[in-house]
């Protein structure tokens, strides 16, 4: 089981930006992603990172706004999110993976989450 420990979340203004870290316990050849979720909402996929740097997912509220990177070295992903809406509020979770795909059951391991707000 890999521990995930996701930071960086806060409270931002329409239109600013947040950078959200989250840091594995140990590397393996594994998909790290981002997925959200708002209160009374189902879980989101957001974006997702292959091992391989570069090969990435984005869903369609992310692309143009939102950039995922990841430092194997370092076991960790990111995620730049700029223009940020309000309806992007919610939390967003840090999750590993065998399989690099935009679906959650597909994760094996989960972060705690960390809360973005914007307000208008």
């Known amino acids: 089981q890999v521990h995930l420990v996701e930071s960086g979340g806060g409270l931002v203004q329409a239109g600013g930006s947040l950078r959200l870290s989250c840091v594995a316990s140990?590397?393996?050849?594994?998909?790290m992603a981002w997925f959200r979720q708002a209160p009374g909402k189902e879980r989101e996929f957001v974006a997702a990172e292959s091992w391989h740097p570069g090969d990435t997912l984005y869903s369609d509220f992310a692309k143009g706004r939102f950039t995922i990177s990841r430092d194997n070295g370092q076991n960790a992903v990111y995620l730049q999110m700029r223009s940020l809406r309000p309806e992007d509020t919610a939390v967003y979770y840090c999750a590993v993976g065998r399989v690099f795909l935009p679906t959650a059951n597909m994760y094996d391991d989960w972060g705690q989450g960390t809360q973005v707000t914007v307000s208008s």
């Open positions: 140990s590397g393996s050849n594994y998909a």
